[in-house]
């Protein structure tokens, strides 16, 4: 079967379920981590290394999977787990700030290839560019005024800041939606972690899933994602396709 056909067929399947008569393409939400900077390799490391300095027994890897929750979620996930409690608001200041500190001491993390071209074609349809990241890393999100010039500022971005609950909650999509001033048949989520996939298909939007880390393909499919690809540069170069897809159906 082509490329094409999968990418059609993905986009009816969605509005079967949904009972949405059209998807039309007005605004994208994008995932900043993992979706716009190759960044999660550094973000599991200083979690790993925060954690395990503290006594926490942890693994690397299961750092991937909280990907998308606020800094004071994933703490209280493992405080949970290694002392029966939450962490207080002080530790939570303190561990997340501790986090960031480890995350700035490692090398800067690249922008994810296929991303600019994938911002490019989202404006060449004139489709409005948002971010919904669960972050509230200073470091990153002021590195995104410089590296995607014109595209990000304030008024077009939910951080951790913005809500209450951070992702799989479908409020980071919600409110996302909110400032675009679109439904949810007139948006798209971009995104590579199972918990933001799930956040974006909770909020009852196309949610595309992008493999750019060690997460496997059916995880992505169990969170609720419509369409997977296998990276991002495999996305940016069907992009054009998928929107083409909508306007057809
Ligand atoms: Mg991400």
Redesign the pocket.
């Known amino acids: 079967m082509d490329c094409k056909k999968i990418t059609k067929q993905s986009v009816e399947k969605f509005l079967q379920d949904k009972t949405y008569k059209h998807l039309d393409i007005k605004c994208a939400l994008i ?5 716009l900077y190759n960044s ?1 390799i550094n973000h599991t490391a200083a979690w790993y290394r925060m954690m395990t300095e503290l006594g926490v027994k942890c693994d690397r890897d299961e750092f991937y999977e909280y ?2 929750m606020t800094g004071a979620q994933t703490i209280n996930v493992l405080f949970q787990r290694a002392f029966g409690k939450t962490a207080t608001d002080d530790e939570v200041k303190e561990l997340y700030h501790k986090k960031t500190l480890y995350f700035q001491e490692l090398p800067k993390a690249g922008i994810m290839p296929g991303a600019e071209k994938m911002l490019e074609i989202l404006a060449q349809n004139g489709i409005k560019r948002v971010l919904v ?2 972050s509230g890393q200073a470091s990153l999100l002021d590195r995104l005024q410089k590296d995607f010039p014109g595209v990000f500022t304030r008024e077009n971005m939910i951080t951790s800041k913005d809500v209450t609950h951070g992702k799989p909650s479908p409020e980071p999509y919600l409110k996302g939606l909110e400032i675009a001033g679109v439904k949810p048949n007139e948006a798209i989520v971009i ?3 199972p918990l ?1 996939i799930k956040s974006g298909a909770d909020a009852g939007i196309f949610t595309v899933g992008i493999t750019t880390g060690p997460i496997k393909s059916e995880k992505m499919l169990q969170a609720g994602a419509n369409i997977l690809y296998n990276s991002m540069e495999e996305f940016s170069n069907d992009l054009q396709n998928l929107i083409k897809a909508t306007k057809e159906i």
Not at 31 to 35: A, N, V
């Open positions: 995932d900043m981590d993992g979706t999660m990907e998308g990241t669960g995104e590579n972690a933001g």
